[in-house]
């Protein structure tokens, strides 16, 4: 999934360091989505995916602020 390489891209970045909570619920999130697509709930998978999308884009500009 392209949400699970970004958040593995941000957490190489440091982002375990600077936003542990965040990298922490955007996990759990992720094991969701993926236990939601295990158990046919694609419209529940979407939704979530659509709210993951938006917190890793979020997690990724903090990110950038503080590295910068």
């Given at each position: 999934?392209?949400?699970k390489l970004?958040?593995?891209a941000l957490i190489q970045?440091?982002?375990?360091w600077c936003?542990?909570?965040a990298v922490v619920q955007a996990l759990e999130k992720q094991n969701r989505i993926a236990r939601e697509l295990e158990g046919g709930l694609l419209l529940d998978a979407a939704n979530d995916l659509v709210i993951q999308r938006r917190r890793l884009n979020q997690l990724e500009q903090q990110?950038?602020?503080?590295?910068t």
């Open positions: 999934q392209l949400t970004h958040l593995d970045e440091g982002a375990r936003f542990p909570a990110l950038d602020y503080v590295l």
